[in-house]
């Protein structure tokens, strides 16, 4: 008995460093992805309720106004993501990854509680707005070491062969949260008149939103740190080098992977934050869509936004990054102005329904790669410093201010189909970024 016993044991132990392995990245995934999905959780429920939230805490004023104040509100939280990148991209190039990670999660939260029970105008006046834009500066804070932290964690937790994959769900996460955001959106609007929502019961997602932090919180502060890291923290002890700044060092060796990494970044952005994030209110402000209307296709749409993360990540491993993304932004380029036409003489259910998968799909192919690519370009050092720069730039830029902007272009000069202009100068300014990666994926060591 003892010697079977034995052989059993020996034949069952190098079975047991690999499903060891698997359950770490699977944990991995999900403690990285959970922060994501309660930031683009609030992104989303803000841009649905961007009506409510504007008739409830700023001036009484036209509609129009109202809504641009509250994507003003939207847009001013961005400012804080490059101040979140520099000095968490930072923080978790120094601490790690895991101690970054734990104080996004937590800061994002704090910012959502704002937002979730600041008085509205009728009560204390031009304190209501602040606290709002209060509340986005944190969450913008917390979003913007986010996206470099958690992709750093994930790429450096994943097999060789698998990085890409591991990496879509931080976008595939996205589409999770909004699919999240559009059921408690739509059961809102349901269950609650427009009057009640409009006073008060635009607050109640905001709050269910609050109950993802503790369990993202556990996850994260419960794993452990990434070998890359612990590797290069341990070269940089054995060889006694001094630790630079990661900011500073990023700038200085490494100006042309920035330059890349932020052009495809701002298509990375602008898709997001016009084909996703903008695409309900547009939908009901321009095209005069009911709010069920959109919320459903948003729903829909979604659930095709995490197969097809996952589906272009995945492929990315075996044919290069390089490829997908090309073929993204190319299929965006000629491909997103015709369903907002189909939708602007159209005002069926099933036809918003297939406008906005359309998108979902399209947007999903690039997205899904985008974050392997980035995280790849930069060594382990500034890994987490690089990303951070690079697509908070682009985001803060061209994304966040994407809702105001648009709004303001639909009423005006750019027409209806100002969205569709909007994307398609990204794709351009992205195909050129994309044409400087390697034709193969390479990872920076």
Not at 205 to 219: D, K, N, Q, R, T
Not at 233 to 262: C, F
């Amino acid at each position: 008995m003892d010697s079977q016993s034995t052989a059993s044991a020996l034949a069952d132990a190098p079975c047991l460093p690999v499903k060891k392995a698997l359950y770490t990245g699977h944990r991995a995934i999900v403690a990285a992805s959970i922060g994501r999905v309660l930031e683009w959780y609030d992104f989303s429920i803000y841009a649905f309720f961007a009506v409510f939230i504007a008739q409830s805490t700023f001036k009484q004023a036209s509609d129009g106004t109202q809504l641009l104040k509250a994507f003003m509100a939207f847009g001013i939280g961005f400012i804080a993501r490059p101040l979140g990148a520099l000095l968490i991209g930072a923080y978790a190039d120094h601490a790690g990854r895991k101690a970054a990670l734990t104080l996004t999660i937590m800061t994002m939260a704090l910012g959502t509680a704002v937002v979730a029970f600041a008085p509205p105008y009728s009560a204390i006046g031009i304190g209501a707005p602040l606290l709002i834009v209060c509340g986005r500066m944190l969450q913008g804070f917390s979003a913007g070491g986010e996206m470099g932290g958690a992709t750093a964690f994930l790429i450096e937790h994943a097999p060789a062969d698998k990085k890409g994959k591991y990496a879509s769900w931080l976008q595939a996460s996205m589409a999770i949260s909004n699919i999240l955001a559009a059921l408690v959106a739509t059961a809102v609007t349901l269950i609650m008149s427009k009057e009640a929502i409009g006073i008060w019961a635009w607050r109640i997602p905001f709050i269910i939103g609050l109950s993802i932090a503790p369990v993202g919180l556990w996850m994260r502060r419960t794993l452990q740190e990434t070998p890359a890291f612990e590797a290069e923290r341990e070269r940089t002890r054995r060889e006694s080098k001094s630790l630079k700044t990661p900011m500073l060092r990023v700038l200085k060796e490494h100006p042309r992977e920035l330059l890349v990494g932020t052009g495809f970044s701002i298509l990375w952005a602008i898709s997001v934050y016009t084909l996703i994030i903008f695409m309900p209110t547009y939908f009901q402000q321009t095209l005069h869509f009911e709010s069920r209307q959109a919320f459903t296709a948003s729903l829909i749409g979604n659930c095709f936004l995490v197969l097809f993360c996952v589906m272009a990540g995945s492929l990315s491993d075996r044919i290069g990054r390089r490829r997908i993304l090309a073929f993204g932004a190319g299929l965006m380029l000629v491909g997103v102005y015709p369903p907002i036409v189909w939708a602007s003489v159209s005002h069926a259910t099933l036809t918003l329904i297939a406008v906005q998968t359309s998108f979902c799909i399209m947007v999903a192919i690039f997205v899904g790669v985008a974050p392997s690519t980035l995280a790849e370009i930069f060594p382990t050092r500034v890994r987490s410093s690089g990303m951070s720069l690079s697509y908070n730039f682009a985001v803060t830029i061209f994304g966040g201010f994407a809702p105001a902007i648009l709004t303001w272009l639909t009423a005006g000069a750019g027409g209806r189909f100002a969205p569709a202009w909007y994307v398609m100068a990204a794709c351009v300014v992205a195909l050129v970024s994309i044409s400087f990666l390697p034709s193969r994926r390479t990872t920076v060591s």
